[in-house]
């Protein structure tokens, strides 16, 4: 463990921070207890300076914003769910940090990064100078999940159909630009090139709707999508050489789905994935559901799943949908990071998994 000092400058002092709170979104668990005072910085001078220490793991990687208070006071214990979200609407990223991501939960702005200095390498998420980009195009689908789907098409494409990719929360993956991560891979020849599609919808009902209700994105993944990617796209038609990915309930439904259509789908990566998940409505996923699909599916199906080391509760669940996965013949892969559920962690985790998967 070691201290890292978060120092914050006021920015309007016309208007100035009563309370100011470093919000590190991999620890957002940790703000479920609602004890705040460790995350409280100090005002450290009369020119609006407010710094403060945590003690963070060596390995650890996390975004992070600064919430100033301007309008109420932060109690350093004792904020229910409506006080902390409003205290975490006031986030804002850290103006000495260029290195950002986001939005993230429950605000619309960017979040700084912080990697300590024993976090794992992510060498392939930023653009790189002379590296050939792909293509990609945006479609409406004119439905409510997905409402928009961004498929990118490789810089150069061999003879052949090419391997697909089919992602979860486009409107996450789209403005952080992860067809960055996948133009340095290809170009490294650590993957073969491949069309991937990211499919879209606003964070909400809609997202919950279409992840966690198999007729819905079964329906819409089997019928459309693919045929899609294989007319226009030059997609491959084979489970072996395509790649489904999601995070949180995307990783759960990526699971299941992979399970359910194994002809269709041979691979997944999970991050993540909501295993606690208990689908209480009928038609709906659940975790429970899900492990037990996994001990009657079928064992060509090939897993790679991770989940941060933070995410109490969480990464519990994913344990035992690895374990499940094992004792039942599947091709499984399974790590855990030090990190919370954050997309600065799984944007280095598809890298690792887009490698493992596409080149077996």
Not at 18 to 44: H, S, W
Not at 88 to 113: H, K
Not at 172 to 190: H, K, M, Q, S, Y
Request: aromatic letters at 10%.
């Amino acid at each position: 463990m070691s201290t890292f000092e978060f120092t914050w400058q006021e920015s309007d002092p016309s208007h100035p921070a009563q309370d100011v709170l470093v919000r590190l979104i991999g620890f957002d668990n940790v703000y479920d207890t609602r004890e705040l005072g460790p995350y409280l910085l100090k005002r450290a001078d009369a020119s609006g300076q407010w710094t403060g220490t945590v003690e963070l793991p060596d390995e650890v990687r996390t975004s992070y914003q600064f919430c100033p208070a301007r309008d109420f006071r932060i109690p350093p214990s004792g904020l229910d769910e409506d006080g902390w979200m409003k205290v975490i609407a006031t986030g804002v990223p850290d103006p000495a940090v260029p290195n950002t991501i986001g939005p993230v939960y429950g605000n619309s702005r960017a979040a700084s990064i912080l990697e300590m200095p024993g976090a794992s390498p992510q060498p392939w998420w930023e653009h790189r100078a002379g590296v050939a980009q792909g293509t990609v195009q945006e479609l409406v689908t004119g439905r409510d999940w997905p409402s928009s789907l961004h498929v990118y098409s490789p810089p150069v494409a061999p003879g052949g159909p090419l391997p697909v990719v089919v992602m979860f929360d486009a409107q996450a993956w789209v403005p952080i630009g992860i067809t960055a991560t996948f133009d340095n891979l290809i170009a490294e020849e650590l993957v073969p090139p491949f069309v991937a599609a990211m499919a879209g919808y606003p964070f909400g009902p809609a997202r919950v709707r279409g992840l966690t209700y198999p007729a819905v994105h079964l329906q819409y993944l089997m019928e459309d999508l693919m045929p899609l990617l294989v007319k226009d796209f030059g997609g491959t038609t084979e489970a072996s050489r395509t790649v489904l990915i999601g995070q949180s309930l995307g990783g759960l439904a990526a699971v299941s789905i992979a399970l359910k259509a194994p002809h269709r789908f041979g691979n997944v990566l999970s991050q993540s994935a909501s295993v606690w998940w208990p689908g209480t409505e009928e038609g709906q996923l659940s975790g429970d559901g899900v492990i037990a699909e996994a001990a009657a599916g079928h064992k060509q199906v090939r897993f790679w799943l991770e989940a941060g080391a933070l995410e109490d509760g969480l990464v519990e669940g994913n344990r035992d949908l690895h374990k499940v996965l094992g004792q039942h013949g599947f091709d499984v892969t399974y790590r855990e990071y030090q990190g919370g559920h954050d997309f600065a962690c799984w944007r280095g985790g598809i890298a690792d998994g887009l490698i493992a998967l596409l080149n077996r």
